[in-house]
C-alpha cells in the first residue's frame, strides 16, 4: 500500500499561496483571512498533511514506538489488555504511547492526530462508545498505517482484529443460569454500536432458544453505560413494573451484574437463592464481594500479547496486512462462584 502524505509546499501549489501562507494559515495567525484559513484547512485534510509528520513511506528508519488508545485507564480489563502490550513491545525494543478517550470521538480523533504528529510506527485501537462512523480509521488503513484493533472492533474493510469468542461467553453463562433452574433471565445488554454487544446479546437468545426457553423482547434491556448504578437502576425499574418477575440476570459486564446484585437485595430477594446473576469481563473485585459473582473471564493480557505481536510483526514486515481476512478469536472461561450456584432446599 502506498501512503500518502502532503508537505507545506504541496498545499501551497494546489492554492497558489506561498508556503509561509500557507503555515500561518494551520496556525491560525491573525492577519489571514477566515475564509483562506477554511480552504487551507479543507486543503490539508484532503492532502492528508500532517504537521512535523514524514511520510512512512520516506522513512529510512523506525521510531520503534506505537501509539495504543483504548477508552478507559481504569477499567480493570484494559488494564490487563495493557500489561500484553507492554510485555510484548518492551521485550521486542519498542515503547508505547497510551491515550485514553474517556469514551469520547473527539478525544479519539484528537489522540491519532497527536501519535501521528510523533511519527509513531503503528496503532492499536479500541475505540469508544461515541464512535459509530470509522471514516478516521478507514482514512489510516488506505493510507498504510499499521492499525490492529482489539476488543471493539469495527466492521470497515482491511481491519485487522482481536477480539474475544463474546458470543460463546454469553451462550455458556446464560446456559449455566439454565442449567441451574433459572428461566426467566434478563439481560442487560451493551451499547447498541458495539459489535461485542450484539455478540453477547446473539448468545444470550440462541441459549434460550436452544433451551426450549421463549426469548422476550421485554427481559432485555440496554445498560448503555454499564455502571453499578446505572444497573442498579434498571433492575429496580424491572423488579416494580414486570407482571412476570425474572429469576436471573445476565449483565453484558460486571458492573452492571453487580447493580443488578445491589437491587435484588433492596427488593428482598436473595442471591442465588432467588434469583442468580452472572457478569462478563471477570474483574477482580468479582471474588470478593458477598456473594461472589460468577462472570465470564476475557482473556486481557493474552489478547494485548496477540495483537501486539501482528502489529510488530506488520511494521517489521514479517507478515503483509492482506494474509488476514478473519478476525483472531481467543476463547473464554465461564467462572462459576457464588452469585449463580443455586441453593436447593
Not at 477554511?38 to 492532502?47: G, P, R
Not at 492499525?147 to 470497515?156: A, C, K, Q, T
Not at 446473539?202 to 426469548?215: F, S
Request: charged share 25%.
Amino acid at each position: 500500500m502506498k501512503i500518502g502524505q502532503a508537505t507545506i509546499k504541496d498545499i501551497a501549489r494546489e492554492l497558489n499561496l506561498s508556503a509561509s501562507t500557507i503555515s500561518r494559515a494551520l496556525k491560525d495567525y491573525p492577519g489571514i483571512s477566515e475564509e483562506t484559513k477554511k480552504k487551507v484547512k479543507e486543503v490539508a485534510e484532503k492532502m492528508n498533511y500532517r504537521p512535523n509528520a514524514i511520510a512512512l513511506s520516506l522513512r529510512k528508519s523506525r521510531s520503534f514506538t506505537i501509539g495504543v488508545i483504548i477508552p478507559e485507564v481504569v477499567h480493570f480489563f484494559f488494564s490487563t489488555v495493557i500489561s500484553g502490550i507492554e510485555e510484548v513491545a518492551f521485550s521486542r525494543g519498542y515503547n508505547v504511547i497510551l491515550t485514553q478517550t474517556n469514551e469520547k470521538i473527539e478525544r479519539e480523533k484528537s489522540s491519532i492526530n497527536t501519535m501521528l504528529s510523533n511519527q509513531i510506527d503503528g496503532f492499536m485501537v479500541s475505540f469508544s462508545k461515541e464512535t459509530e462512523d470509522f471514516e478516521h480509521f478507514s482514512k489510516l488503513i488506505e493510507q498504510g498505517y499499521p492499525i490492529v484493533f482489539f476488543d471493539r472492533v469495527p466492521d470497515i474493510p482491511h481491519a485487522i482484529n482481536v477480539m474475544v469468542d463474546d458470543y460463546q461467553g454469553a451462550y455458556d453463562a446464560t446456559s449455566h443460569l439454565i442449567s441451574q433452574g433459572y428461566q426467566k433471565i434478563v439481560h442487560l445488554s451493551g451499547p447498541k454500536n458495539l459489535k461485542i454487544s450484539h455478540e453477547r446479546a446473539r448468545g444470550y437468545t440462541d441459549a434460550l432458544k436452544n433451551h426450549g426457553i421463549p426469548v422476550r423482547p421485554e427481559y432485555i434491556v440496554e445498560s448503555a453505560v454499564g455502571t453499578p448504578d446505572e444497573g442498579k437502576e434498571i433492575t429496580k425499574k424491572l423488579l416494580s413494573s414486570l407482571p412476570d418477575l425474572p429469576d436471573a440476570f445476565f449483565g453484558n459486564n460486571d458492573m452492571a451484574a453487580v447493580g443488578a446484585m445491589l437491587a435484588c437485595k433492596e427488593h428482598g430477594l436473595r442471591v442465588p437463592e432467588d434469583v442468580g446473576i452472572v457478569g462478563f469481563s471477570n474483574w477482580q473485585f468479582c471474588s470478593m464481594i458477598d456473594p461472589s459473582l460468577s462472570s465470564v473471564f476475557q482473556p486481557g493480557f493474552a489478547m494485548g500479547a496477540k495483537a501486539t505481536e501482528v502489529l510488530l510483526d506488520i511494521i517489521e514486515k514479517k507478515i503483509d496486512v492482506d494474509d488476514f481476512n478473519s478476525p483472531i478469536v481467543l476463547e473464554t472461561e465461564l467462572m462459576v462462584r457464588n452469585s449463580s450456584k443455586r441453593i436447593f432446599k
